[in-house]
């Protein structure tokens, strides 16, 4: 079971629809497109809660080097790029997202970026292949 447990700060747009994708470290299990994903905040806490629950419509590989080099499926994006990743995962400037994932998981960082919104995902496989 993909459970995904969400700070504070994205619990809200995640359940309101609002922040259509996620970026998570590398697991023993990879995510595939087609898994259901259980949204939670408070995951293991006595204030745990269900957020949503919906399909992973795509999967990309992801790493972030540094504030100008970041890769989806070993694609460099461009700065444009960038920026709109960093709105969709819910930041409202690239720095912002840039400092949470430097202080949060240090540079280089490889993980998955997993989308569940059909337009976005439909977008990023047109940019950046299957996964």
Same mark, same amino acid.
């Given at each position: 079971m993909p459970a995904l447990n969400y700070m504070k700060q994205f619990a809200e747009p995640v359940e309101k629809l609002q922040k259509p994708c996620t970026i998570r470290a590398i697991r023993k299990r990879p995510f595939k497109e087609g898994d259901t994903l259980y949204h939670y905040t408070g995951l293991r806490s006595a204030k745990c809660r269900k957020l949503l629950e919906n399909k992973a419509l795509a999967v990309f590989d992801i790493t972030i080097e540094s504030e100008d080099?970041?890769? @989806?499926? /070993?694609?460099?994006?461009?700065?444009?790029? @960038? /920026?709109?990743?960093a709105n969709i995962d819910g930041f409202k400037e690239t720095p912002e997202f840039m400092d949470f994932f430097r202080n949060t998981h240090g540079f280089p960082f490889t993980g998955?970026? @997993?989308?569940w919104n059909e337009v976005y995902a439909m977008g990023f496989k047109k940019l950046f292949g299957n996964g």
């Open positions: 080099r970041v890769y @989806i499926n /070993r694609n460099l994006l461009k700065p444009e790029n @960038i /920026r709109e990743l998955q970026l @997993i989308m």
